[in-house]
């Protein structure tokens, strides 16, 4: 069954109040809307083992109730370290703890994607991972960041596309993956399961 592609007038429903998210789609142009769900992130530690494209499923679902007959778009990013998962740090001395434990060595990035078509059946899920690699940090530099602030509300305790990308040294596979939702895998699964005719968009023609 096709189902009306996303356009202007049909925007992507996005499940996800992240100022990241956001801004990664209107750098691209890709039509769309944001419509937070209320999930508990917590609930990403399914069984003790992180599971964000399951999470992402469950935002999108979450949001189905208030937009009918369109795209949606669930999405959760996590850090992992060795079998630990780094959340979002609680204050400035688990933000220590976190770097401390990500100075001078690699971590993963894992975003968990998935699309609901019109009928909220599940279009595509996935997960993507992208490979870390930090500086050994000092004492000083992990104080001075957290002192600006932007370690909190991130997942991990770091912003690459902020402050943070000092630290980094080198990173293997997709970079907006860091930021919270990898571009490239997301426009391939929009296309292949019909949710965009071509990408990218043309503007509408002028009258």
């Known amino acids: 069954m096709r189902f009306r592609p996303i356009s202007p007038d049909y925007?992507?429903?996005?499940?996800?109040?992240?100022?990241?998210?956001?801004?990664?789609?209107?750098?691209?142009?890709?039509?769309?809307?944001?419509?937070?769900?209320?999930?508990d992130e917590d609930d990403s530690f399914l069984g003790g083992a992180p599971a964000p494209a399951l999470l992402a499923r469950e935002k999108a679902l979450?949001?189905?109730?208030?937009?009918?007959?369109?795209w949606i778009l669930g999405a959760d990013t996590i850090v992992t370290k060795g079998h630990r998962v780094l959340g979002k740090p609680r204050d400035p001395g688990d933000a220590r703890r976190m770097l401390t434990m990500l100075s001078g060595a690699e971590?993963?990035?894992?975003?968990?994607?998935?699309?609901?078509?019109?009928?909220?059946?599940?279009?595509?899920?996935?997960?993507?991972?992208?490979?870390?690699?930090?500086?050994?940090?000092?004492?000083?530099?992990?104080?001075?960041?957290?002192a600006s602030g932007e370690p909190f509300g991130k997942a991990g305790g770091y912003a690459i596309q902020g402050i943070g990308s000092f630290m980094v040294e080198s990173i293997t596979g997709?970079?907006?993956?860091?930021?919270?939702?990898?571009?490239c895998a997301l426009v391939k699964a929009l296309l292949a399961c019909g949710a965009l005719n071509s990408f990218p968009l043309l503007?509408?023609?002028?009258?």
């Not at 979450?62 to 369109?70: D, K, P, Q, Y």
């Not at 990035?109 to 997960?127: F, N, Q, S």
């Not at 997709?174 to 571009?183: A, D, R």
């Open 203 to 207: 503007p509408k023609p002028k009258r």
């Open 62 to 70: 979450a949001v189905s109730e208030r937009h009918r007959n369109t």
């Open 107 to 146: 971590h993963r990035v894992i975003t968990g994607i998935c699309i609901l078509d019109p009928l909220l059946r599940t279009a595509h899920r996935e997960e993507v991972i992208t490979l870390v690699k930090m500086k050994a940090l000092t004492d000083e530099e992990i104080r001075a960041y957290i």
């Open 11 to 39: 925007p992507l429903v996005l499940a996800s109040a992240s100022p990241r998210r956001r801004r990664l789609l209107e750098q691209v142009g890709l039509p769309f809307l944001c419509s937070p769900s209320k999930i």
């Open 174 to 183: 997709s970079y907006t993956n860091v930021v919270g939702l990898p571009i």
